[in-house]
């Protein structure tokens, strides 16, 4: 059964981008445009690994993943891929729960070896 993974940016490029990389590794991909409408589709659906940006409207990737660890969806692994480069971001991005911190613009092997690595076991 292909894996299914929920891509969370507010940008329409960067999520096709993304989601063509994976749907040609056989990923089925679900798109959200804020961290609201992620959290809605997390309650509702199962997903085996989450993408998420960090500024959003409505809902940032942070608060989203902080409201994922706390209850409000599964606890799929999440990679956190952003344009913030500083360490500190990275850090509060771990503090909330992600499993991984990638800088955009990522490379296609990287997010797929990091795809794979984590849906792995599931």
Partial sequence: MPKKILIVD???T???YHKQILHNEGYVCDEAENGMEALEKAQLN????FLVDVNMPILDG?????????GEGQLAPVVMISTEAQALDMELAYQ???????????KPEELL???????FSK
Avoid: Q
């Fill in 10 to 12: 507010d940008s329409l």
């Fill in 14 to 16: 960067v999520r096709m």
């Fill in 46 to 49: 199962t997903y085996d690994l």
């Fill in 62 to 70: 942070y608060s989203f993943v902080k409201r994922l660890r706390e």
């Fill in 96 to 106: 909330c729960g992600a499993s991984l911190y990638l800088i955009k613009p990522v």
């Fill in 113 to 119: 070896i990091n795809a794979k690595i984590l849906t």
